[in-house]
């Protein structure tokens, strides 16, 4: 897709968005939606280091609930205003991404895997005692100012606005994204990804890449933490366990992670299984379980795979090229 | 004294007490061909491998236009004029045959890389696919598409881990005489690590021939192909 295209169906996406907060009255549902893409921002973030890096993190929860917490704690302690607290919470989780990443990106498979699970659960279980900073266990409330950006909080706060908020979000982070994977950058990424032995004998430095793109994932993260933050108010330790960064990882095998929509078509699905199944079961992961289990034998592709060969009739590919 | 554009001096490579190049000495002039044959585990693409920097040496030098580049990565010495193709092929499955060659280009720091890319991709006949995805393409367009991203930039020394693997006769007859016309045109220096006797002997300026690890004949293709100990060790009495 080129870029006019992309950027078309952005606005179209944006349009959508709007149209969607006229139809939908009931706040319960815009609620519910409004939740829905806070994590399919956070299942972008870890989609994207699927997708360009191939590297499949346990402990993005960290990026997730870090930024709600950076945000949390600048505000408590009055450092700066709540926009710069915004900024500076994405820039430190992104920088901290990008150093973090220098290190464990060299490991391959599982064990880079395993080595996210035990950064993340370091740092849940440092919120869940430093209970001067962080509340502890029962989390912090966060103290928004009565006005952000210049508008006022409480018509931000509701569900029509916060709905648009994320929506616009979403879209912009994926616009965004996808015209970042279409510059050089998004090439050299792809081509460490496809075959690391070969970038480096075409010139390219295979670590650099790896940890910006680790970065990156980690900023898309960050600002669905940003987003959870302004929407509840709060962030507890459960915001950084590594159950919720499985989530996150359910929703993108879910949706696919070869296409960008992938995740958020995957996080969509995850709180309609949610929503719909929880009013019959209590143990309605049970069934998301068994859901996700015929989606990963029947299409590895998840829900983007299946619209591109139902829809688009595109063939699946097969994987040739590497050492 | 002749000026080599690579030169390959006392290169081991040992994997503790397993010597699987020991003492192997290679040189290579501008434009010319030289073939490296010798059974399997003689040690011919762990050579390739030492030379590249994919392999760290254990002894030895390898010296590229007069520079040591011994202790230099594969990074440096790709961008330094050594390029290479792998033995099996080794491409970047997901991206299309335009975008991965042009980024080679680019990183390559060729000025022009989208000009670079077409002529590399016009040369090896892939111009046409240039917006198939690499791993929609038949095996021999890949092979080839292996060899443009080693052309890219051009390197000074390109050193081949049998090229013809797996190739039809027609095709490896094709890619014979694209490499024979890239060393005039483009003045590019080969080493051809090739099973493909047919081949090796006639395109090869001169030809190197391995066994357990070192050098045991090296001189014009007649030379070692009437070689007694070459044909005791692996061509056999039919050759």
New interface residues.
Partial sequence: MNFQKSLLSAVLALVLGGVLTMVVSSGTVLSLLTQAIIYAVFALGVGVLLKQNGMVSFGHALFFGGASYLVGIVLQLQLMSAELAILAALAVVTLAAFLIGLVIVRVPGVAFGMLTLAIGQMFFLTASRARGLTGGADGMNIDWPSRLFGFPLSQMLKPASMFLICWSTLVVVMFLLAWLMRT?FG??T??VR??E?????????TLWPRAAVYALSALVTSVAGVLSALNTGFVSPESLHWSLSGVALMMVVVGGFKALWGPAAGAVVYFLFKDILGEHATHWMTIFGVALITVIVFSPTGVAGLFDRWVLGKKP??????? | MTNYVLQAEDVAIHYGGVKAVDGVALTLEKGQIRGLIGPNGAGKSTVIDAITGRRRLTRGKVTLLGEDVSALGVVERRMRGLSRSFQRTSIFGEMTVYRQVELASHKMGVADSAADAQAVLTELDLWQLKDSTAQDLGYGEQRRLDLALALVGRPTVLLLDEPMAGLSVKESLDLAQHLKKLTSTWDVSVLLVEHDMDVVFGISDVVTVFELGRVIASGVPADVRANPRVREAYLGSAA
Avoid at chain 1, 197 to 205: K, L, N, P, Q, V
Wanted: proline letters at 0%; charged letters at 30%.
């Fill in positions: 050089r090439g050299i792809e081509a496809d075959n032995e070969r970038a480096r004998f075409i010139g390219i430095t590919s097969v994987k040739v090229g590497g050492h």
